[in-house]
C-alpha cells in the first residue's frame, strides 16, 4: 500500500483517498488541509477548488510546476468537528522545476459550512524555489 502523501503515516487509500474521490469529508480542519496537501501533490485541481471555501474560491488554479516533498503541521487552532472555523500552520517543502529547494510556510484560515470544511485564505511564507 502507498502511504499518503499528507504525513499521516497510514495509507493514501485509508487517508487522504475517500476525500479527494468525495466518498467522505474531512471531519476537522487539519483533515482538510492535509488533504489538500494530497491534492497539491496528485495535482488535483478540481479537488482544491471543491474544497475552497466559495466565498474566496479563485475562478481557476495552477497545481503544474515543482515538486511537493514533504509536510509539517506545526500548529492547530480550533477546527474540531464541533468548531465553526479553525486553523492550521504548517510548513510544505518543494523542489522547483530548476531543481532548487525550499519552503513555503502558510497560517491557513477553514470555516466549516454545514457538515463540510473548506479553505478560506491564509498568510504565506516562502524560501528558496
Known sequence: MAQCPCGSGGAFSDCCRPFLTGKSHAATAEALMRSRYTAYVRRDRSYLLRTWHPDTRPVTLDVDGGTWQ???ILAT???QAADASGTVTFV???ASDA???GT???HSRF???GDEWFYVDGDVKGDGG
Request: zero cysteines.
Open 104 to 106: 513555503m510556510r502558510e
Open 77 to 79: 487552532e480550533h477546527g
Open 70 to 72: 514533504g509536510l509539517e
Open 99 to 101: 531543481g532548487d529547494n
Open 92 to 94: 510544505a517543502h518543494f
Open 111 to 113: 470555516e466549516r459550512l
